[in-house]
Nanobody
Framework: QLHLVESGGGLAQPGGSLTLSCQAP????????IGWFRQAPGKEREAISC????????IYADSVKGRFTISRDNAKNTVYLQMNSLKPEDTAIYYCAKRRFNGVGGCRSDQYEYWGQGTQVTVSS
């Protein structure tokens, strides 16, 4: 069964940093677009950032532009989300998802077929 595994979440202070990782133990991420999404309590799921299979296209939500960076290391079969200057409103469960295609699909969650279980990010002093 195809599944993704997120890690790196935790508690951070406002202004702090965390790096999330997305891995696939049983299949390759190479050539597939990967997206990061988040969902806070009582809110709809939000697209944060997506990267194409080749890494040539990266999309960011306005809410995280300039603070978050998505990257991928195909040799390690891992996609990262570096999060800097964290704010309390970044608190949410963060999910990574895989698309069957190289293109980012507009970074829309309905374009991504395989999802991880999520990792909690809490930003609080």
């Amino acid at each position: 069964q195809l599944h993704l595994v997120e890690s790196g979440g935790g508690l951070a202070q406002p202004g702090g940093s965390l790096t999330l990782s997305c891995q696939a133990p049983r299949f390759t991420l190479d050539g597939s677009a990967i997206g990061w999404f988040r969902q806070a309590p009582g809110k709809e799921r939000e697209a944060i950032s997506c990267i194409s299979g080749t890494g040539g296209t990266r999309i960011y939500a306005d809410s995280v532009k300039g603070r978050f960076t998505i990257s991928r290391d195909n040799a390690k079969n891992t996609v990262y989300l570096q999060m800097n200057s964290l704010k309390p409103e970044d608190t949410a469960i963060y999910y990574c998802a895989k698309r069957r295609f190289n293109g980012v699909g507009g970074c829309r969650s309905d374009q991504y077929e395989y999802w991880g279980q999520g990792t909690q990010v809490t930003v609080s002093s």
